[in-house]
Structures are given as structure tokens and as C-alpha cells.
């Protein structure tokens, strides 16, 4: 390991250096420039259009620990929880929020922007691994960052198709999965790219113990992997069964049973079962945390669309492997990303709840066996020969710079000039979920006044959405992961909602229920819908010129 770190030039620090900025501008602009051109009287929430409803789940951790509460509890949904749950990584964020002071939203985005540098750093020794000369080393970072499928392209195909029946999500997942994509990763959520570092440095880590038989290198991986598996427990599956894979493969190459690599590998999932125990003590003792789990289902679209989501990554990443393999140079290192190949499109077609989720890491196996076959088919056709007489073509790096443009980060583009789009024309169902009044935010600011551990019923699900992450309050209806028994509250909530009739009934719901406030927004209230004016089990406490506030009183 040392002799890896010691071959990285100064030049390809240089580098390094330069892509961290790139990305962390890249990353950062839209969400600047979303805040700068906020209407008169709105303030921006942090949220884009990849995967919007839940960064403020991410935001009411945030703000439980700065709050003074180390166990976070779901606050989404308002049956009561014995005890809270320990995260790691939304406790050590939530404290860099409540020492400097900052608002959920913007610690959020802080951190993910300091990580950033962090994840290049680890992916580009990861990739040191594989490439020996620093041309080879850049090149790869630099494909890895941008680089993506063609689910852009057939977008408007798929959307001639009525699909709101189907499972999951029928799109390809560079347009919708944030982790699948590394771009995506760095754009979307600072608990996705500490994810995949640790992910990569617990994979490397293992890698060289393997190979070095350094016993140090086990024990860091493991105490890597019980903090990771506290935070992220659906990479569970995925890290065991790469590095069990790797191992049989090392086995079958070896012709004998490796002991010493078998002993390190249980030493490895020794340290780190702690934080699975942890959970499974959760899901026993911790009812609403069962629920939750049980609802938690992020079904992958069919693996058709996961092709079309990595594109020519496909092919180039197949050609490269069977080059490998041709020449003999199948070495340890790239039996060890075979296996991670192999693991991921195995979990991502697994009949799981969590298939969407094995999407992540997907794209750093396919891009380094492209890149692999990128230069050898660079070494095959750009010779001095093929210069001479097709040099306008093969030898023009513009052209070159267009192609990788068009046919590898095109969905990454479309991704950043959507959010563009959307916060520059602010069309009203966008302005509504990007942006909130002033006098939104001043109505859940009185919440937060008072006492804690207050159900809230809103009749507006974004604002719902907001509550917890502002006002530490706790709400009826608003994620549908988050939210116990979704489907069931979604109808009652419209039942309630929908019409000025059925007042006993309605006021036994608020009891039975346990709602303590009714947050009105104005903007949602109609002549046929809910009226809480005219109501006596309902007490005004907070008015401005958009929202009204509740309290039920008891009949």
C-alpha cells in the first residue's frame, strides 16, 4: 500500500486538486444559483428533482442532533418510538450544524461539498491499482466522474407508455437512482459518497491484506465497516459477498484453501458485526423501526433499464474484460473488481426490497474495464499507420471531447440543465416543492416554539415534509417510507381534507390519532374542502397571510 501512494506524482495531485474543485463547483452551482434566484418572498430548501422527498428526512436528523438529541427518532409519523436510533453519520453532521450554528439545509450541502475531495482521493488510489501510469490513472478518474448511460435518450419513448402500474420506478437509473451514478453521488447527498468512500477503502484495505497478509489492514477495514454498516446497512450483503467471491476466486487461482486470507476475511466480518446486531436488536425491540424497514422498498426497474442506464458502459467494460483474460492479465486486482461486477448485477436483480440500492458501486467496475478497453483499443487502432491516413478523425481530440459528450455524459448533463431549468422558470408545481414562503416558514418556526414531541396534521404534504426538519415536531402524513401505514393515513388524510362534513367523526379521528396542531396553508384551501374556521374542537393559536395554526381541543 505504501509503495501505491508513494507512485502518485505530484503532477496527479495536481490533478486530484483540480477535479475536487471542478466537481465541487459543478455540485455547487445550481444549488447557489437556486438560492440567488429565489422569488421575492420564498427562500430555497436545498432540494433538486433527483429523489426530492428526501433530503428533509436528512434534514430532520440534522436538526434532532442539534437539538441536543444523539438517537434520531422518525418524526414523520406520530406513533410513539421506545427509544431512538443511533446513526453515525447524521450524528457527526447534525454536531457540525449545531457548532457553527448552521440551518439543516446548509449543513447538508457543506458537508457533501467537503466530501467531496475526500471521495477523489480514495477513488483515485483505488484506481492506482489498476493503472500503473499516471496518463492511464487521470484518464479514469476523469471518465469515473462524468461519465454515464443513455437514459436520456429514451425518455420520450418511455413516457408514451402508461407505467404508473408497474413496480418500482420504469426509467433508467442515471436519470433517477443518485448513487448508481458517482456524478450523481457527489450532487446529491453527503451520506451517499461517505458510503462509497468507505466502501472503496474497506474494499482496498482488504484487498492488500489479502495480498500483503498485513493484519493491520483487516482490523482498520473492520472498524471502517462497523461504523459504515451502522449508517448504510444495505451494503451489507454487497461487502461480505464481494470479498467471499474474491477469496473463492483467489482459492480457485491458488489450487489450494487460502487459511491466513479465510481468517482475515471472519476477522473482518467479526469487528463489523456489531452494527448488524445493532440493527436486528432495532427491529426487534423497536416497532415503528420494523414498520419503517418493512416499508422501505426501492424496487429496481427492469435490468433492461439498468443497461440503458450505464449505456456503452456495457460493452466497453465487457470488451475490456475478455482483453484481460486474453492477454493473461486477469490479475488479483481486477479478480477482485470482476467480483464486485458479478455481486452488484447479482443483488440488482435479486427478488429484495433493496435492488435499487445495489446500483451504487455498480458504475466503478464498469468504468475501469472500459477504461481498460478504451486503451487497447486505442493501442489497436491509433498507430502511427492509421494517424497518418485517418488522422482528422482519430487523432482529433475535439471530435473525441463531442463523442464522450453525446454518448457517455449526456444524462449527467440533462440531470444539472433540468434543475436549471426548473429554478430559472419556476413552473408552479416546482416553485411550490423548491421554494417556501416566508410565511411557511415563519408558521413552522412558531411550532418549533413549542413544547417538543407535538403531532402535527398539515394539509399540504410538501409543507408536511418540512415540519420535522424545522420545527422538530412530528407529523402525521408526509413520506411515504417514513410515514407508518402510508397508504392507509393517505386516504383518511384526504378524507379529512376533502370535505367541511363529518365533524364528530373528524374530531374523533384528530383524538384517536393523537394530533395536538392543524397546520392550514391558505393556498391549499378550497369552498368544498376542510374549513377548520368554523370548527369549536379546533382553537386558533397563529395566523399570518398564508398559514393558520390549531390546536385541537378535547371533546
Request: net charge positive.
Amino acid at each position: 500500500m505504501k509503495e501505491l501512494f508513494k507512485s502518485i506524482t505530484q503532477s496527479e495531485w495536481r490533478f486530484i486538486i483540480l477535479m475536487s474543485l471542478v466537481l465541487v463547483i459543478i455540485t455547487g452551482v445550481p444549488y447557489l444559483y437556486a438560492y440567488l434566484v429565489a422569488p421575492a418572498g420564498f427562500s430555497y430548501n436545498g432540494l433538486t428533482s433527483l429523489t426530492p422527498a428526501d433530503n428533509p428526512v436528512y434534514y430532520s436528523y440534522i436538526n434532532q442532533v442539534k437539538q441536543g438529541n444523539f438517537l434520531i427518532n422518525d418524526l414523520f409519523t406520530t406513533e410513539p418510538e421506545p427509544f431512538g436510533m443511533f446513526n453515525v453519520f447524521w450524528l457527526v453532521t447534525g454536531l457540525i450544524a449545531k457548532v457553527f450554528l448552521l440551518p439543516p439545509a446548509l449543513a447538508f450541502h457543506l458537508v457533501r461539498l467537503l466530501l467531496i475531495p475526500v471521495f477523489i482521493v480514495a477513488v483515485y488510489c483505488f484506481i492506482g491499482l489498476f493503472f500503473s501510469e499516471p496518463k492511464k490513472r487521470k484518464f479514469c478518474l476523469f471518465f469515473l466522474l462524468f461519465s454515464a448511460g443513455l437514459g436520456v435518450y429514451f425518455l420520450g419513448q418511455i413516457s408514451a407508455f402508461d407505467l404508473a402500474d408497474k413496480p418500482g420506478y420504469w426509467t433508467p437509473n442515471d436519470i433517477w437512482i443518485p448513487e448508481s451514478i458517482v456524478f450523481l453521488t457527489l450532487y446529491k447527498t453527503p451520506h451517499f459518497i461517505a458510503s462509497l468512500t468507505l466502501m472503496i477503502a474497506i474494499f482496498g484495505l482488504m484487498i492488500f491484506s489479502f495480498l500483503e497478509k498485513r493484519l493491520s489492514y483487516v482490523l482498520t477495514a473492520g472498524v471502517l465497516a462497523l461504523v459504515y454498516f451502522n449508517f448504510h446497512p444495505f451494503y451489507i450483503p454487497m461487502v461480505f459477498a464481494t470479498l467471499g467471491l474474491y477469496l473463492f476466486f483467489l482459492i480457485l487461482k491458488n489450487r489450494k484453501i487460502l487459511w491466513l486470507q479465510a481468517g482475515y476475511f471472519m476477522l473482518f466480518i467479526i469487528i463489523s458485526s456489531p452494527a448488524i446486531f445493532y440493527h436486528f436488536w432495532v427491529l426487534a425491540n423497536n416497532p415503528i423501526m420494523a414498520l419503517r424497514a418493512s416499508q422501505n422498498i426501492t424496487i429496481a426497474p427492469p435490468f433492461i433499464f439498468i443497461i440503458i442506464g450505464y449505456g456503452f458502459l456495457w460493452p466497453l467494460a465487457v470488451l475490456g474484460i475478455i482483453w484481460l483474460i486474453k492477454r493473461r492479465e486477469l490479475n488479483h486486482y481486477f479478480l477482485f473488481l470482476l467480483s464486485w461486477l458479478l455481486v452488484s448485477v447479482a443483488l440488482v436483480n435479486f427478488p429484495i426490497q433493496f435492488q435499487s440500492r445495489y446500483t451504487q458501486g455498480l458504475h466503478l467496475p464498469l468504468a475501469i474495464f472500459s477504461v481498460v478497453a478504451l486503451f487497447f483499443l486505442a493501442d489497436k487502432f491509433l498507430t502511427p499507420k492509421n494517424l497518418d491516413k485517418y488522422g482528422l478523425w482519430l487523432g482529433n481530440q475535439y471530435l473525441a471531447v463531442m463523442i464522450f459528450i453525446v454518448i457517455l455524459a449526456a444524462s449527467n448533463i440533462f440531470n444539472l440543465t433540468r434543475d436549471i431549468y426548473y429554478f430559472s422558470l419556476k413552473p408552479e408545481p416546482v416553485l411550490h416543492y423548491f421554494y417556501l414562503s416566508q410565511n411557511e416558514i415563519a408558521a413552522i418556526k412558531h411550532l418549533a416554539t413549542l413544547v417538543s414531541n407535538q403531532q402535527v396534521l398539515a394539509n399540504d404534504q410538501v409543507l408536511s415534509l418540512f415540519i420535522p426538519g424545522l420545527a422538530n415536531q412530528a407529523v402525521y402524513l408526509a413520506h411515504e417510507i417514513e410515514t407508518v401505514d402510508y397508504p392507509v393515513k393517505a386516504y383518511f388524510w384526504q378524507w379529512f381534507f376533502g370535505t367541511d362534513k363529518q365533524d364528530v367523526q373528524k374530531q374523533e379521528f384528530l383524538v384517536k390519532n393523537g394530533i395536538d396542531y392543524l397546520f392550514f396553508s391558505q393556498s391549499k384551501k378550497t369552498p368544498a374542502n376542510f374549513n377548520p374556521a368554523n370548527k369549536n374542537y379546533l382553537q386558533l393559536v397563529y395566523r399570518n397571510a398564508g398559514v393558520e395554526i390549531y390546536q385541537v381541543t378535547q371533546p
